[in-house]
Protein backbone atom coordinates (compact mmCIF):
# COMPACT_ATOMS: atom_id res chain seq x y z
CA UNK A 1 0.00 0.00 0.00
CA UNK A 2 0.80 3.75 -0.51
CA UNK A 3 0.17 6.53 2.04
CA UNK A 4 -0.74 9.18 -0.62
CA UNK A 5 -1.10 11.89 1.88
CA UNK A 6 0.23 12.60 5.68
CA UNK A 7 1.81 15.10 7.29
CA UNK A 8 5.05 13.48 9.31
CA UNK A 9 6.43 16.76 10.21
CA UNK A 10 3.66 17.42 12.40
CA UNK A 11 4.39 18.99 15.92
CA UNK A 12 1.89 15.79 17.09
CA UNK A 13 4.73 13.28 15.79
CA UNK A 14 8.22 13.61 17.35
CA UNK A 15 11.60 12.99 15.73
CA UNK A 16 12.38 10.15 18.18
CA UNK A 17 9.81 8.40 16.79
CA UNK A 18 9.62 8.19 13.88
CA UNK A 19 12.03 5.89 13.03
CA UNK A 20 8.71 3.14 14.75
CA UNK A 21 5.87 5.30 13.29
CA UNK A 22 7.98 4.16 9.62
CA UNK A 23 8.87 0.33 11.13
CA UNK A 24 4.70 0.03 11.94
CA UNK A 25 3.71 1.61 8.58
CA UNK A 26 6.30 -1.29 6.95
CA UNK A 27 4.75 -4.03 9.42
CA UNK A 28 1.27 -3.15 7.94
CA UNK A 29 2.17 -3.31 4.21
CA UNK A 30 2.92 0.67 3.90
CA UNK A 31 6.12 0.69 1.38
CA UNK A 32 5.57 4.05 0.44
CA UNK A 33 4.60 7.63 2.01
CA UNK A 34 4.70 10.87 0.92
CA UNK A 35 4.86 13.49 3.54
CA UNK A 36 3.56 17.07 2.74
CA UNK A 37 4.40 20.46 3.60
CA UNK A 38 1.90 23.02 4.67
CA UNK A 39 4.55 26.06 5.27
CA UNK A 40 8.05 26.94 3.91
CA UNK A 41 9.15 26.37 7.07
CA UNK A 42 8.04 22.35 7.30
CA UNK A 43 8.69 22.26 3.85
CA UNK A 44 12.72 21.63 5.07
CA UNK A 45 11.73 19.53 7.43
CA UNK A 46 9.83 17.45 5.52
CA UNK A 47 12.55 17.26 2.70
CA UNK A 48 14.94 16.33 5.62
CA UNK A 49 12.40 13.68 6.88
CA UNK A 50 12.53 11.97 3.36
CA UNK A 51 16.14 12.12 3.04
CA UNK A 52 15.86 9.64 6.13
CA UNK A 53 13.80 7.44 4.96
CA UNK A 54 14.02 5.40 1.56
CA UNK A 55 10.70 4.98 1.48
CA UNK A 56 9.07 8.46 2.56
CA UNK A 57 8.31 10.59 -0.49
CA UNK A 58 7.47 14.53 0.19
CA UNK A 59 5.27 17.03 -1.43
CA UNK A 60 6.33 20.91 -1.49
CA UNK A 61 3.78 23.98 -1.18
CA UNK A 62 1.96 26.28 0.92
CA UNK A 63 -1.46 25.42 2.50
CA UNK A 64 -4.00 27.68 2.02
CA UNK A 65 -4.56 28.66 5.81
CA UNK A 66 -0.70 29.65 5.84
CA UNK A 67 -0.98 32.05 2.66
CA UNK A 68 -1.27 35.39 4.84
CA UNK A 69 1.89 34.07 6.24
CA UNK A 70 4.07 33.88 3.66
CA UNK A 71 6.37 36.49 2.40
CA UNK A 72 5.10 37.76 -1.32
CA UNK A 73 8.64 36.58 -3.03
CA UNK A 74 7.90 32.70 -1.41
CA UNK A 75 7.98 31.32 -4.62
CA UNK A 76 11.69 31.74 -5.00
CA UNK A 77 12.48 29.56 -2.20
CA UNK A 78 9.86 26.61 -2.75
CA UNK A 79 11.28 26.40 -6.23
CA UNK A 80 14.39 25.54 -4.64
CA UNK A 81 12.59 23.20 -2.33
CA UNK A 82 10.37 21.70 -5.15
CA UNK A 83 12.98 20.99 -7.15
CA UNK A 84 15.07 18.33 -4.70
CA UNK A 85 14.74 14.53 -5.74
CA UNK A 86 12.46 13.27 -3.36
CA UNK A 87 9.80 15.59 -3.66
CA UNK A 88 7.25 13.99 -6.01
CA UNK A 89 4.62 16.68 -6.42
CA UNK A 90 3.58 20.00 -5.17
CA UNK A 91 1.20 21.04 -2.31
CA UNK A 92 -0.28 20.60 0.01
CA UNK A 93 -1.88 23.71 -1.97
CA UNK A 94 -5.73 24.89 -2.70
CA UNK A 95 -8.93 27.13 -1.52
CA UNK A 96 -9.92 26.97 2.42
CA UNK A 97 -13.32 29.13 3.13
CA UNK A 98 -14.38 27.20 6.48
CA UNK A 99 -11.78 28.74 8.52
CA UNK A 100 -12.29 32.16 9.47
CA UNK A 101 -9.73 35.46 7.71
CA UNK A 102 -7.00 35.76 10.05
CA UNK A 103 -7.22 39.39 12.43
CA UNK A 104 -6.66 42.01 9.58
CA UNK A 105 -7.61 40.45 6.77
CA UNK A 106 -11.09 40.69 4.72
CA UNK A 107 -12.56 37.26 3.56
CA UNK A 108 -12.31 38.14 0.06
CA UNK A 109 -8.55 39.86 0.23
CA UNK A 110 -8.11 36.29 2.06
CA UNK A 111 -9.96 33.84 -0.18
CA UNK A 112 -8.38 35.94 -3.35
CA UNK A 113 -4.81 35.48 -2.09
CA UNK A 114 -4.79 31.47 -1.58
CA UNK A 115 -6.39 31.55 -5.13
CA UNK A 116 -3.40 33.78 -6.08
CA UNK A 117 -1.61 30.96 -4.50
CA UNK A 118 -3.01 28.18 -5.87
CA UNK A 119 -2.55 29.56 -9.44
CA UNK A 120 1.48 30.09 -8.76
CA UNK A 121 1.17 26.83 -7.53
CA UNK A 122 0.43 25.15 -10.70
CA UNK A 123 2.65 27.24 -12.88
CA UNK A 124 5.54 26.19 -10.78
CA UNK A 125 3.98 22.57 -11.32
CA UNK A 126 4.23 23.34 -14.73
CA UNK A 127 7.43 24.08 -14.69
CA UNK A 128 8.81 21.51 -12.59
CA UNK A 129 7.02 18.56 -14.64
CA UNK A 130 5.01 17.26 -11.06
CA UNK A 131 1.34 17.60 -10.07
CA UNK A 132 -0.54 18.82 -7.46
CA UNK A 133 -2.30 18.19 -4.51
CA UNK A 134 -5.42 19.96 -3.33
CA UNK A 135 -7.41 20.88 -0.34
CA UNK A 136 -10.98 22.46 -0.61
CA UNK A 137 -13.13 22.83 2.45
CA UNK A 138 -16.14 24.82 3.25
CA UNK A 139 -18.47 25.66 5.82
CA UNK A 140 -21.31 24.72 3.27
CA UNK A 141 -22.17 23.96 -0.28
CA UNK A 142 -18.76 23.29 -2.67
CA UNK A 143 -17.45 26.93 -3.74
CA UNK A 144 -14.00 26.07 -2.66
CA UNK A 145 -14.02 23.04 -4.95
CA UNK A 146 -15.49 24.68 -8.09
CA UNK A 147 -13.30 27.58 -7.72
CA UNK A 148 -10.27 24.66 -7.56
CA UNK A 149 -11.44 23.32 -10.37
CA UNK A 150 -11.93 26.03 -12.37
CA UNK A 151 -7.96 26.98 -11.69
CA UNK A 152 -7.19 23.93 -12.49
CA UNK A 153 -8.97 23.61 -15.43
CA UNK A 154 -6.79 26.73 -17.20
CA UNK A 155 -3.51 23.94 -16.67
CA UNK A 156 -5.39 20.31 -17.32
CA UNK A 157 -3.25 19.87 -20.17
CA UNK A 158 -0.12 20.30 -18.72
CA UNK A 159 -0.47 19.34 -15.28
CA UNK A 160 -2.54 16.64 -13.11
CA UNK A 161 -4.22 17.46 -9.64
CA UNK A 162 -5.88 15.07 -6.89
CA UNK A 163 -8.53 16.53 -4.48
CA UNK A 164 -7.62 15.32 -1.02
CA UNK A 165 -9.72 13.80 1.51
CA UNK A 166 -12.77 13.94 -1.09
CA UNK A 167 -16.24 13.59 1.36
CA UNK A 168 -18.66 12.80 -1.69
CA UNK A 169 -20.94 12.69 -3.40
CA UNK A 170 -19.31 11.22 -6.46
CA UNK A 171 -21.12 13.80 -8.60
CA UNK A 172 -18.68 16.27 -7.33
CA UNK A 173 -15.48 14.85 -8.68
CA UNK A 174 -17.27 14.51 -12.05
CA UNK A 175 -15.43 17.52 -13.71
CA UNK A 176 -12.45 16.60 -11.97
CA UNK A 177 -12.47 13.39 -13.74
CA UNK A 178 -12.86 15.52 -16.79
CA UNK A 179 -9.84 17.25 -16.36
CA UNK A 180 -7.80 14.10 -15.95
CA UNK A 181 -7.77 14.22 -12.24
CA UNK A 182 -8.12 12.12 -9.08
CA UNK A 183 -9.29 12.10 -5.20
CA UNK A 184 -8.18 10.31 -3.00
CA UNK A 185 -10.10 8.74 0.67
CA UNK A 186 -9.23 8.89 4.11
CA UNK A 187 -10.60 7.31 7.55
CA UNK A 188 -13.67 9.34 6.79
CA UNK A 189 -14.77 6.62 4.25
CA UNK A 190 -14.56 3.99 7.53
CA UNK A 191 -17.15 5.83 9.59
CA UNK A 192 -20.56 4.06 9.07
CA UNK A 193 -22.07 8.12 9.01
CA UNK A 194 -20.34 9.05 6.08
CA UNK A 195 -22.80 7.73 3.79
CA UNK A 196 -21.47 10.20 0.54
CA UNK A 197 -18.05 9.32 1.47
CA UNK A 198 -18.44 5.46 1.71
CA UNK A 199 -20.61 5.43 -1.54
CA UNK A 200 -18.52 7.86 -3.42
CA UNK A 201 -15.14 5.54 -2.34
CA UNK A 202 -17.62 2.83 -3.96
CA UNK A 203 -18.30 3.95 -7.56
CA UNK A 204 -15.17 5.72 -7.81
CA UNK A 205 -13.74 4.39 -11.29
CA UNK A 206 -10.66 2.04 -10.30
CA UNK A 207 -7.54 4.36 -11.65
CA UNK A 208 -8.96 7.28 -10.61
CA UNK A 209 -8.30 7.36 -7.11
CA UNK A 210 -5.85 6.74 -4.11
CA UNK A 211 -6.10 6.14 -0.42
CA UNK A 212 -4.57 8.13 1.71
CA UNK A 213 -4.40 8.46 5.91
CA UNK A 214 -3.84 12.48 6.13
CA UNK A 215 -2.51 11.72 9.56
CA UNK A 216 -2.20 12.40 12.17
CA UNK A 217 -5.61 13.77 11.45
CA UNK A 218 -8.51 11.29 10.40
CA UNK A 219 -7.82 8.44 12.09
CA UNK A 220 -9.84 5.63 11.17
CA UNK A 221 -12.38 3.03 12.56
CA UNK A 222 -11.51 1.53 14.95
CA UNK A 223 -8.75 4.23 16.41
CA UNK A 224 -11.45 7.29 15.46
CA UNK A 225 -10.52 10.43 17.34
CA UNK A 226 -7.08 9.13 18.19
CA UNK A 227 -3.71 10.43 16.55
CA UNK A 228 -3.44 8.81 12.93
CA UNK A 229 -0.30 7.29 11.57
CA UNK A 230 0.26 5.68 8.10
CA UNK A 231 0.08 2.10 9.76
CA UNK A 232 -3.91 2.99 9.89
CA UNK A 233 -3.50 3.22 5.70
CA UNK A 234 -4.22 -0.41 6.15
CA UNK A 235 -7.49 0.43 7.94
CA UNK A 236 -9.17 2.43 5.35
CA UNK A 237 -8.12 0.20 2.21
CA UNK A 238 -9.49 -2.34 3.88
CA UNK A 239 -13.07 -0.92 4.42
CA UNK A 240 -13.01 0.30 0.90
CA UNK A 241 -12.04 -2.68 -0.82
CA UNK A 242 -15.11 -4.61 0.98
CA UNK A 243 -16.98 -2.00 0.44
CA UNK A 244 -16.24 -2.40 -3.58
CA UNK A 245 -16.39 -5.65 -3.38
CA UNK A 246 -12.69 -6.09 -4.07
CA UNK A 247 -10.09 -8.21 -2.27
CA UNK A 248 -7.30 -6.10 -0.75
CA UNK A 249 -4.86 -7.28 -3.23
CA UNK A 250 -7.33 -5.70 -6.02
CA UNK A 251 -7.38 -2.76 -4.69
CA UNK A 252 -3.49 -2.37 -3.76
CA UNK A 253 -2.93 -2.88 -7.13
CA UNK A 254 -4.80 -0.12 -8.96
CA UNK A 255 -4.61 2.65 -6.17
CA UNK A 256 -0.78 2.26 -6.13
CA UNK A 257 -0.69 2.19 -10.03
CA UNK A 258 -2.84 5.23 -9.76
CA UNK A 259 -0.25 6.53 -6.89
CA UNK A 260 3.16 5.87 -9.57
CA UNK A 261 0.96 7.70 -12.52
CA UNK A 262 0.54 10.57 -10.13
CA UNK A 263 3.52 10.85 -8.44
CA UNK A 264 6.30 9.42 -10.69
CA UNK A 265 7.86 7.73 -8.08
CA UNK A 266 11.66 6.85 -9.46
CA UNK A 267 12.56 3.63 -9.34
Partial sequence: ????????????????ELPDIIARAEANGVTRMVTLATCLE???TNIAISEKFPQV???IGIHPCDVH???DNYLVELHTLASHQKCVAIGETGLDYYHPAPDGWSADDYHQRQRDFLRQHFELAKELGKNVVIHTRDRSGKQSMDDAIAIYREFAHDVKAVFHCF???LENASEIFELGGYISFTGIATFKSAKDCIQAAV?????????????PYLAPTPYRGKRNEPAYTLHTAEAIAASRGETLHELNQ???ATAQEFFKFPA
Fill in 167 to 169: LGP
Fill in 1 to 16: MIDSHCHLASHKFSNE
Fill in 254 to 256: HTN
Fill in 69 to 71: ETP
Fill in 203 to 215: DAPAGRFMVETDS
Fill in 57 to 59: FTA
Fill in 42 to 44: DAK
